[in-house]
T-cell receptor, first 115, second 110 residues
């Protein structure tokens, strides 16, 4: 998984706090995808972004979750007022382009634990 | 929902070939077959993908049947480090996200 960098690797928050997860895509990649993996489950798509644009957020919960991919800097997945059910592994993937069949390359994820 | 069916688990002896099957009987003409694997506590690792022709790279071979309704991932000489959950995913060329099913848990035994 060299190339896609996620930090922090582990994040602990108390209920009601905010969590910010960061993702730096592979060099030359301008498309970023966020997935969530609950314990013992498969990955679930959340959101797809290009630089400064959200392309598809059909998998994002309607409240408390937001994502951005600014012109400069990493992509951020932000979870406000976290609850126990937000505990999961959050993975970011990137690709050089979208819509041409190229594979996505994943980071090693951020494991979010809510106390 | 995932469009693929895989056995939940398989065992393979170290040094032997691991053949992981996948059924995707409803695949469309514009959909690729992708294989990823996830080793415990890591992110999914891309292995290989193909449309209709067989493919080979340094990691594995992908054999797609002529009717494209099933495929097999072949790890030619499995090692203990190949123990992982293997995901077979079908995605349209212009699709944006992968739909991960439960995959196949491959255990490579010494």
């Amino acid at each position: 998984n060299a190339g896609v960098m996620q930090n922090p690797r582990h994040l602990v928050r108390r209920r009601g706090q905010e969590a910010r997860l960061r993702c730096s895509p592979m060099k030359g990649h301008s498309h970023v995808y966020w997935y969530r993996q609950l314990p013992e489950e498969g990955l679930k798509f959340m959101v797809y972004l290009q630089k400064e644009n959200i392309i598809d957020e059909s998998g994002m919960p309607k409240e408390r979750f937001s994502a951005e991919f600014p012109k400069e800097g990493p992509s951020i997945l932000r979870i406000q007022q976290v609850v126990r059910g937000d505990s999961a592994a959050y993975f970011c993937a990137s690709s050089p382009r979208g819509g041409d069949g190229q594979p996505q390359h994943f980071g090693d994820g951020t494991r979010l634990s809510i106390l | 929902d995932a469009k693929t069916t895989q056995p939940p688990s398989m065992d393979c002896a170290e040094g032997r070939a691991a053949n992981l099957p996948c059924n995707h009987s409803t695949i469309s003409g514009n959909e690729y077959v992708y294989w990823y694997r996830q080793i415990h506590s890591q992110g999914p690792q891309y292995i290989i993908h193909g449309l209709k022709n067989n493919e080979t790279n340094e990691m594995a071979s992908l054999i797609i049947t002529e009717d494209r309704k099933s495929s097999t991932l072949i790890l030619p000489h499995a090692t203990l480090r190949d123990t992982a959950v293997y995901y077979c995913i079908v995605k349209p060329i212009y699709g944006q996200n992968f739909v991960f099913g439960p995959g196949t848990r491959l255990s490579v035994l010494p």
